[in-house]
């Protein structure tokens, strides 16, 4: 029997079982027992390097150790790295939340397997178990005290959605990704469950703070992520009268609002350049009728007009990207805020940008990087079709302009505003959380794609709205949930405590 039939198999047999256990607990399993056949069991799928795991590797204490690593970018998976056993000189290029997870996989690698090889598996063991249980938070939710007709079909879109191998190849990997989208389900579950006054609201308040803090500090571009957070979660500071959940909830959002400041500030100068390059070259200049125009607006000298779709790491430049004359004369003209204002200005071309995004923002992974070892004998960059139906529908069936998404956000608040409404006027402060948790999460999509266009132009797109992707999916689960449920319009009763 093929591996491919292996894995259909045991699927299909653990769903024959499924009527015996609760929704929420099927959701996990389900999830789980994919989420294993995919990472653990041979062929092994993850992620291949893009060239961005220097910036997270050599600071975490480990380093590539493939012979012939540079001939695999991007077209292979590779699951080994060495450990450095002695003085480790390289500082981590990047402040992130992700270095917590690759401490803690290298030490549990350390303790049950060798001392000087890493395993990534080791660390795509660790997302696997707290995708588990942010996957149960989640569908527990929404099925809580429901009739398990309306449970299981939940359970089971929560399956199709999440257990897509698009999403869990990120674990074998070095990418963020991983921790962003973990992350962001926890955070989610747990709105949720404090909006359904399910288990206890100071053991939710943990989890939703501490997976807030951890998506804020997992990439430099998640650093709005922090502001919308402690702007749109102040009604939740009321959903308790006591003195004491009012104060903490408090402190929590402004714990997360200086957390995506210092996330911001703390982003290397070197980052900075590179992603300010891009959003000039790959953004304002690649967009505009006229560079030369467009140049004079920030006041920068027209030869500069040359750069015009060139890209930070290319070996033939015009000019030294890092050259002194290009500090003073181009990098210094222009920032984030007049980059914004550009956009503002020109109307036209911001859309353009908007929709280029939008073609790569229901795009689960970037479809350059292969799935799959060297040692298997695909072909350099073949990606796993496993488990990926939904991913490929969504790619196929979504309309991928930024018109879409507009109309997706309209239509989301807009079913979701008269329980909130209703719940306002009778004063049940937890009831109306719902639409401000789910506006929320849309703010975050919208700042991965505005963050993406300002900061770094159109590139490496397919990654850096990926915080979008998640939102998109996440949001869209609920929306579904909530139909299939007959909770989209009238919310659910639930009182203050």
């Given at each position: 029997m093929s591996a491919s039939k292996f894995k259909w198999h045991r699927m299909n047999r653990f769903i024959s079982y499924s009527r015996f256990i609760s929704p929420a607990l099927l959701a996990?399993?389900?999830?789980?027992?994919i989420t294993v056949m995919t990472?653990?069991?041979?062929?092994y799928i993850g992620m291949a390097d893009n060239g961005d795991y220097f910036r997270i590797l050599y600071g975490n204490g480990l380093y590539f150790s493939a012979p012939d690593y540079d001939s695999q970018y991007l077209g292979y998976f590779i699951k080994n790295f060495g450990i450095f056993q002695y003085f480790n000189e390289n500082s981590t290029d990047v402040v992130s939340s992700q270095s917590l997870f690759i401490h803690f996989s290298v030490w549990i690698n350390k303790l049950f397997y060798d001392q000087q090889v890493f395993d990534i598996r080791f660390q795509a063991a660790i997302y696997t178990v707290l995708y588990t249980i942010a996957i149960y938070l989640l569908v527990e939710s929404l099925t809580w005290k429901i009739p398990k007709k309306y449970g299981y079909p939940i359970a089971l879109l929560a399956i199709f959605m999440f257990g897509d191998t698009s999403y869990t190849a990120f674990f074998n990997s070095f990418f963020g990704e991983s921790v962003v989208f973990i992350m962001?389900?926890?955070?989610?579950?747990?709105?949720?469950?404090?909006?359904r006054n399910r288990y206890n609201d100071y053991i939710l308040l943990v989890i939703f703070t501490l997976s807030a803090l951890l998506l804020t500090t997992s990439k430099q571009q998640n650093a709005p992520v922090g502001v919308i957070i402690a702007c749109t979660g102040i009604m939740m500071i009321f959903i308790r009268k006591q003195r004491t959940f009012r104060v903490l909830m408090s402190s929590s959002l402004v714990i997360l609002l200086f957390a995506g400041i210092a996330t911001y500030a703390l982003i290397p100068k070197e980052f900075v350049n590179i992603n300010k390059y891009h959003?000039?070259?790959?953004?304002?200049?690649?967009?505009?009728?006229?560079?030369?125009d467009a140049l004079s607006v920030f006041g920068i000298n027209k030869q500069y007009a040359i750069l015009d779709k060139s890209i930070f790491y290319a070996l033939n430049t015009t000019i030294d990207v890092n050259s002194e004359i290009l500090e003073q004369n181009f990098y210094s003209q222009y920032g984030f805020g007049s980059i914004l204002k550009y956009y503002f200005t020109h109307p036209e071309q911001a859309g353009k940008m908007f929709d280029l995004a939008a073609k790569s923002a229901f795009i689960n992974r970037p479809p350059e990087m292969g799935n799959y070892e060297k040692s298997v004998g695909y072909a350099a960059g073949k990606q796993t079709t496993f488990f990926s139906g939904y991913s490929q529908m969504k790619k196929l069936l979504t309309p991928r302009t930024f018109g879409f998404i507009v109309i997706w956000i309209v239509v989301v608040i807009g079913c979701y505003m008269p329980s909130f409404?209703?719940?306002?006027?009778?004063?049940?402060?937890?009831?109306?959380?719902?639409?401000?948790?789910v506006m929320t999460f849309i703010l975050f999509g919208l700042s991965g794609i505005l963050v993406s266009i300002i900061g770094a132009g159109d590139a490496d797109l397919a990654k850096h709205v990926f915080l979008f992707t998640a939102a998109f999916d996440m949001v869209t689960f609920v929306f579904i949930a909530d139909?299939?449920?007959?909770?989209?319009?009238r919310g659910d009763q639930g009182g203050e405590a």
């Open positions: 996990a399993i389900g999830v789980l027992l990472l653990f069991i041979p062929p962001l389900m926890f955070m989610l579950a747990s709105g949720l469950l404090l909006y959003a000039m070259t790959r953004g304002i200049l690649m967009e505009a009728n006229d560079p030369e409404i209703s719940a306002l006027r009778a004063k049940k402060i937890r009831e109306a959380t719902r639409l401000p948790l139909i299939i449920r007959r909770r989209l319009l």
